[in-house]
């Protein structure tokens, strides 16, 4: 199966998570690509195979730098993405309070809204906790993986 890794990220973390998921994923087959939000349009799900989202939150609850032209542009180009199969891993901070994991809930709302069908629930990290975002991010992946592939062999 072919996996599109769309990546938000300020920091860098969820570039490193990315990468991590991309590994793992690889070992068990499955094609990869890692692509940064920097300079996406909304034409990026014309590409075959799954979505992950893999994205930070910034500032006040907002998506990252990186993703927002990528963002406006998916809510203003409106693509049918019906049929598609997306996933998100959310990256926060609850120290942050209401806006915990918002940049992730943003992109899950707007896929959801666009007729993608999201499978699994949203991995919501928090970087207060005590463990690193990476090692969950490929164990969530994993699992999400596996819910999508009969998704996908049977559209």
């Known amino acids: 199966?072919?996996?599109?890794?769309?990546?938000?990220?300020?920091?860098?973390?969820?570039?490193?998570?990315?990468?991590?998921?991309?590994?793992?994923?690889?070992?068990?087959?499955?094609?990869?690509?890692?692509?940064?939000?920097?300079?996406?349009?909304?034409?990026?799900?014309?590409?075959?195979?799954?979505?992950?989202?893999?994205?930070?939150t910034y500032g006040?609850?907002?998506?990252?730098d990186n993703a927002r032209?990528?963002?406006?542009?998916?809510d203003k180009a409106r693509p049918d993405l019906t049929g598609k199969l997306a996933g998100v891993i959310g990256l926060g901070d609850t120290t942050y309070g209401d806006t915990f994991n918002n940049g992730g809930a943003q992109f899950?709302?707007?896929?959801?809204?666009?007729g993608a069908t999201l499978v699994g629930e949203?991995?919501?990290h928090n970087a207060s906790g005590t463990t690193l975002p990476e090692e969950?991010?490929?164990?969530?992946?994993?699992?999400?993986?596996?819910?999508?592939e009969p998704l996908q062999a049977a559209a």
Request: hydrophobic share 50%; proline share 2%; with cysteine.
């Open 1 to 56: 199966m072919q996996v599109s890794i769309l990546v938000g990220t300020m920091t860098g973390t969820a570039e490193i998570v990315a990468g991590d998921v991309k590994k793992a994923l690889e070992a068990e087959g499955h094609g990869v690509d890692v692509l940064l939000m920097d300079n996406l349009k909304a034409d990026v799900f014309a590409r075959p195979g799954a979505f992950l989202i893999c994205t930070s």
């Open 108 to 114: 899950e709302q707007i896929l959801r809204d666009l």
């Open 122 to 124: 949203r991995m919501q």
């Open 136 to 148: 969950d991010g490929v164990a969530w992946a994993l699992d999400w993986v596996k819910a999508v």
């Open 60 to 64: 006040q609850g907002d998506v990252p």
């Open 69 to 74: 032209d990528f963002y406006a542009d998916l």
